[in-house]
Every structure is written in structure tokens, then in C-alpha cells.
């Protein structure tokens, strides 16, 4: 494993959003509100102080978590609402 931020991140599958590997992707991991350990080491390894690290780690994953709820679930919700509409589930 190599230190190089860049490279770390280039080579990251945290990173590689291909449509092909989406859903086994660290990402999908994010979508569906959880953490993935790449995400974790990536901090951990850069990071020292505990503190620090905690602070970072909240200043990444809060506007993240907002624009994957306002992008993904909005848009997510409805679509459902529309198809129990159509299926007259409502």
C-alpha cells in the first residue's frame, strides 16, 4: 500500500464510480448511510491525531451525506410515490 494521497485516491475504489462496479463499490456503501472502511483507513493513515481525524471525518461525510440524500433519495422517493400512484397503491 503506498502513502501517496493522489495515488491512494486514484486507485481507491472508493473512488471508481464505473457503472460496471457500482454496486460492489465502497459508494454504494455511502448511499445507503453507512461507512465504508475504505473511507476510515484513508483518514486513519493521514491523520494522526485522533481529534483531528474525527473532525475531518465530519467536515467530509456531512455535506456528502446531505448531497446524496437531496440527489439520490428525493429523486428516489419520488419515483416511488409516482409508481404507487400509477399501480393505484394509494
Known sequence: MTFDLKTRIDTSPLFNL?????????????I???IPTEL??????????K???????LEIIT?????INDTIWRDHAKATREWELSSMLR
Open 40 to 49: 476510515s483507513s484513508l483518514l486513519y493513515n493521514y491523520i494522526g491525531r
Open 18 to 30: 464505473s457503472q460496471d462496479n457500482l454496486m460492489n463499490s465502497p459508494f454504494f456503501l455511502l
Open 32 to 34: 445507503r448511510q453507512l
Open 51 to 57: 481529534r483531528a481525524r474525527d473532525h475531518a471525518f
Open 63 to 67: 455535506p456528502l451525506m446531505k448531497e
